[in-house]
């Protein structure tokens, strides 16, 4: 809105105008006399519309002063809050507003994916959608948990996930030229009915009553010790994991192709030829390839016959698929009578064929144990409870053996 001041100026311009046109009115003649008056009933017009924007500025000019006062300038904007740089930051809150954390009191947050994705949020009690980055420095170090990242997230406020899964072997594309006068063919499709369990994940750390009321070691044990351990537990059920009643991971799914290298062909081969048998077996093209960090150095340092590096994996990808490095991509072990050792696997897969679900988000509660009371001690834990949906398990090909064996 225009100040008074400024409305009055242009109301004195429009006089001035309006006394230097009725000079003009009176020494013209005929048209341009009419011309002239037009422009003067118009400068009129606008004059009144001034008059009803000073009534307004000038009330409301009035309202502020009785409020204390027009400001001279622009006050300073009160500073935003700071974005929490870290998960345990986001768990405890402001340094300043922190008082220690109550026995019996739960904290929960969602942990987001390296992708930036956020859970969506269907209603969860206690769910919240959260918008957290970690800093550049932090970021670009953390730890990666490689295969689970990867996966799309959702929710679930079931204990049993039940859904059908694609069966190939019931699958029948029968679709034909039709002859009137004949039965059509039928198709029919694959899927079959299964189910997978919500697995609680959790686990204990003593500490100090001291280290419960002190906010930045809270956040470092939080952060470092519990909720990395929960989300590396997490990594290795989504990949590995065997439990009848919770966790079934992709490489104990029977359902998944696996992969037998050719004679003669290196990994690079394999990968290759993996990416096209989850293609023609799943209709889907695959877009990761999760490798143990050892088989990752091994294609980064690839050399021709004349030591030159070959430079398989560019901006990340090999053969258009994003390289992903997963710890517990272990494969084979092979014993010998002088040691064991380990021959890293690879696998190739569509990131859509699975889905990492959430039933209640990781979370950090504290309480006593035993006689802790007496030594001034207490049990800090942290928990959560998810599953694993395979949905294609032909967008998955493994191949345990890469001919890798780590140094």
């Known amino acids: 809105m225009k100040s008074s001041i400024q409305i009055q100026n242009e109301i004195h311009a429009c006089d001035q105008e309006i006394d230097k046109l009725s000079g003009d009115f009176n020494a013209a003649e005929g048209d ?14 606008k004059k009144g519309a001034l008059y009803d924007q000073l009534t307004d500025a000038q009330a409301a000019e009035d309202a502020i002063r009785r409020d204390g006062g027009v400001p001279l300038a622009a006050g300073t904007p009160e500073p935003k809050a700071a974005k929490p740089r870290t998960l345990g930051e986001e768990l405890l809150g402001a340094r300043d507003a922190f008082n220690g954390l109550a026995f019996g009191q739960k904290l929960s947050v969602n942990v987001m994916d390296a992708s930036d994705k956020p859970y969506t949020d269907f209603g969860l009690p206690g769910q919240t959608e959260i918008d957290y980055d970690l800093p550049r420095q932090t970021s670009d170090n953390a730890y990666q948990f490689g295969f689970l990242d990867s996966l799309p997230k959702g929710t679930t406020a079931a204990d049993i996930l039940t859904y059908f899964a694609k069966k190939d072997a019931s699958y029948a594309n029968n679709a034909a030229a039709w002859t009137a006068g004949t039965e059509k063919p039928s198709s029919t499709m694959g899927w ?26 809270l956040r470092s044990l939080i952060d470092v010790e519990l909720l990395m351990g929960l989300r590396l537990n997490e990594a290795k059920a989504a990949l590995v994991g065997a439990n009848p009643n ?47 960090p050892y088989v990752t150095e091994f294609l980064e340092l690839m050399k021709d016959k004349n030591g030159r590096y070959i430079q398989q994996v560019i901006n990340g990808k090999l053969w258009a698929l994003t390289v992903v490095q997963d710890a517990n991509l272990t494969g084979k072990k092979t014993v010998t009578t002088e040691n064991d050792t380990n021959t890293y696997g690879a696998l190739v897969y569509w990131n859509q064929a699975a889905t990492w679900f959430t039933k209640e988000t990781d979370s950090i509660q504290v309480g006593l144990v035993g006689n802790q009371f007496a030594y001034n001690e207490a049990t800090i834990r942290a928990e959560g409870r998810h599953a694993l949906k395979v949905t294609y398990p032909k967008a998955f090909s493994y191949l345990a053996d890469t001919g890798v064996a780590g140094r």
Request: proline share 2%; with cysteine; charged share 25%.
């Open 32 to 45: 341009a006399q009419a011309a002239i008056h037009d422009q003067i009933c118009e400068l009129r017009g």
């Open 192 to 217: 079959e009915q299964k189910s997978c369990q919500v697995e609680t994940i959790a686990h204990l750390m003593p500490v100090l009553e001291q280290q419960v009321r002190d906010w930045g070691q």
């Open 246 to 292: 919770g966790i079934t991971g992709v490489l104990k799914n029977t359902d998944i192709q696996t992969y037998d290298a050719a004679k003669n062909d290196d990994l690079v081969d394999s990968v290759r030829k993996m990416r096209t048998d989850i293609l023609l077996k799943s209709g889907f093209q695959p877009t990761h390839l999760a490798v143990h």
